[in-house]
């Protein structure tokens, strides 16, 4: 009787088990799995989600690495680096466009060099122009792209700890504390060679009393912007005291600087502003990896185990420094840092501005910018700051309309 019920319960009919050895224990198990069978459809939810799971698990990458839409994992040794396709290509093409500005930068004047020529002279084959294309055009060449990578650098920092897009050197108070002590300089007697150090002491000090000002409540965005612009506005004050006073040549002198200008300028500028490059460039990887995050509020943040504040701190004081250093070699270059950040953002797609694009695009505008100061009205030549201004005055009043409709 006990011996029965199991069969009974499993369903199943045919010859007794005991008269087949072999196929007893077998049918048995049959028999044992039968209430498992019985309550499979309760099972049917679970298989549902397991197939809705199937388009992840065929988009996982070999080695149980998912990917994510429009990236791609470079796996280099035991290094492996997440990088966006579009971020990718558009660095690409920013880089040749920008070795085109380049030779068609080294090319145009008086007088003219031919690209294949300018090509040749660059490998050193040797030409009859090497004199105009290595030691006249090339120094100021690349001091314009090295300069314009630094401004993209540091307002790409700047901004995205502000999360504001109007926010850059120029606007927070940094160019204008420079400005300031460059021009006590230039009207005071002071030698020419410690024009450059007073201007970076006075960039770096217009830093501290912006964190000094902007340090309440963590560094909140709003605040910091604020305190920028007050500084920006008191530091540009004392400027125009300070060139009123002075002598009227001298004074000129300041505004020349104040205006930002590439000229008389070339491989000791460039290697400051790309030594401080260099030194900062384990800062500046973390700041690309680190810029991640500054999108969350403090809350978020602080729940996935990151320190917000010290890690405002850390890429607002990055970009300043970079911002104090270009600027102190090339003079107050207004909008680079502004406008580079988001046009790269733009074409990237992205939520945030990208590091390398943003500098490959502020490189971009300041050779193109620089390229048409001298030739636009040649043999006069304009400063690079005027046309940076030229560039950056309609894009900003293209942000200021293009914002209106999203706060209304």
């Known amino acids: 009787m006990t011996a029965g019920r199991p069969a009974e319960a499993s369903g199943t009919a045919g010859p007794d088990p005991a008269a087949d050895p072999v196929a007893g224990p077998t049918r048995a198990a049959s028999g044992a799995a039968g209430p498992a069978r019985a309550a499979a459809p309760a099972a049917g939810p679970a298989r549902v989600a397991s197939g809705a799971a199937g388009p992840a698990r065929a988009a996982d990458a070999p080695g149980g690495t998912s990917r994510l839409p429009g990236r791609s994992l470079l796996r280099v040794g035991p290094v492996s680096l997440l990088i966006r396709r579009r971020a990718t290509l558009v660095a690409a093409v920013l880089t040749v466009l920008l070795l085109l500005a380049v030779v068609l930068s080294l090319s145009l004047g008086t007088p003219y060099v031919a690209p294949a020529d300018v090509l040749r002279a660059l490998s050193g084959a040797g030409t009859p122009y090497d004199l105009v294309v290595l030691d006249l055009r090339l120094p100021r060449v690349v001091l314009a792209a090295v300069a314009g990578a630094a401004f993209g650098v540091a307002g790409t920092l700047i901004q995205s700890v502000a999360r504001n897009p109007l926010a850059s050197p120029d606007v927070i108070g940094i160019t204008q504390g420079a400005g300031l002590a460059a021009t006590v300089a230039l009207t005071s007697g002071a030698a020419a060679v410690l024009v450059a150090p007073s201007a970076l002491v006075g960039g770096l000090l217009a830093a501290v009393l912006l964190f000094a000002l902007g340090a309440r409540h963590g560094l909140a965005a709003q605040r910091f912007v604020l305190a920028g612009v007050a500084v920006a506005f008191a530091f540009r004050a004392l400027t125009e005291v ?91 270059v207004d909008f680079v840092a502004l406008v580079a950040p988001q046009l790269a953002r733009r074409l990237v797609r992205a939520e945030r501005p990208p590091l390398v694009c943003a500098a490959l695009l502020g490189a971009l505008l300041l050779v193109l910018a620089d390229l048409a100061g001298r030739r636009l009205f040649a043999p006069t030549q304009l400063p690079a700051g005027v046309l940076t201004a030229a560039i950056g005055g309609p894009y900003l009043i293209f942000l200021l309309l293009r914002g209106r409709p999203r706060s209304s």
């Open 242 to 332: 300070v060139m009123l006073t002075a002598d009227p040549i001298d004074g000129l002198r300041a505004q020349i600087w104040l205006i930002g200008t590439l000229a008389g300028k070339g491989w000791t500028e460039a290697a400051w502003i790309a030594g401080t490059l260099a030194v900062l460039l384990p800062v500046l990887a973390w700041a690309g990896w680190a810029l991640n995050s500054t999108a969350l509020d403090d809350d978020t943040a602080r729940g996935v185990g990151l320190r917000p504040v010290a890690r405002r701190i850390g890429l607002a004081g990055t970009g300043v420094l970079v911002a104090a250093m270009v600027t102190a070699q090339v003079g107050a």
